[in-house]
């Protein structure tokens, strides 16, 4: 189980380095990210969040691209990440990948299945489940499939699998920081709150 972000690019961009993604494709968050990487993710987040200044707001200007860019990651409330937590079955080679419309924000989601109504939806088209069943989870791709593959988790196990994700957006967040300084040192800290607010963490997960 891995956290990744959805990655359907912005054409143009020239506003920091950033690394080589697959378009729509999903790139992995966590300790082994290069600054490229984190570069990458920066710039996915904020163009999905992406807003003009309101009324009553004071704009970013034309000679701050950088600021408008990040203007709507920045203020918003409840930003979104899209992505989720992937799932590798080696095994089989089942893969469980977040669906449409899924967000790295609902991570903790996962916590309903092994905690709470034992049920979860994680996007559409694919339409990814995961439904507890006695001690074991049962995790199915494609729930609109019938008989399709599915991958099978004991509760505990699910757990540590959920908890090893969720230790990796955290260090994402910390790489995060850290690229901050160098690339937008003078909103290293709002740009560490509001990344950990999309990743579904809290504004201190970045100081962790």
Do not use: K
């Amino acid at each position: 189980m891995q956290p990744v972000l959805e990655t359907p690019g912005r054409d143009g961009f020239d506003l920091w380095p950033f690394g080589p993604y697959e378009p729509y494709g999903f790139l992995p968050l966590g300790a082994a990210m290069s600054p490229a990487d984190v570069g990458t993710a920066v710039m996915q987040i904020a163009d999905h969040n992406e807003a003009e200044p309101g009324p009553g707001e004071e704009p970013a200007g034309s000679g701050d691209p950088a600021g408008r860019f990040l203007h709507g990651l920045l203020t918003s409330e409840h930003p979104v990440a899209p992505g989720g937590f992937r799932v590798f079955a080696p095994a089989t080679g089942t893969v469980l990948r977040p669906g449409c419309c899924n967000g790295l924000e609902e991570w903790q989601d996962w916590y309903e299945v092994l905690d709470g109504d034992g049920f979860a939806l994680f996007g559409h088209d694919p339409t990814p489940e995961a439904r507890r069943e006695g001690t074991l989870v049962r995790l199915t791709p494609d729930s609109a499939v019938r008989d399709g593959p599915v991958i099978e988790l004991p509760l505990d196990g699910l757990r540590r699998l959920v908890t090893a994700a969720a230790d990796e957006l955290a260090a994402f967040l910390r790489l995060a920081d850290a690229w901050a300084a160098d690339h937008c040192p003078d909103r290293r800290a709002p740009l560490a709150a509001a990344l950990a607010r999309a990743v579904g963490l809290g504004a201190d997960s970045a100081e962790a």
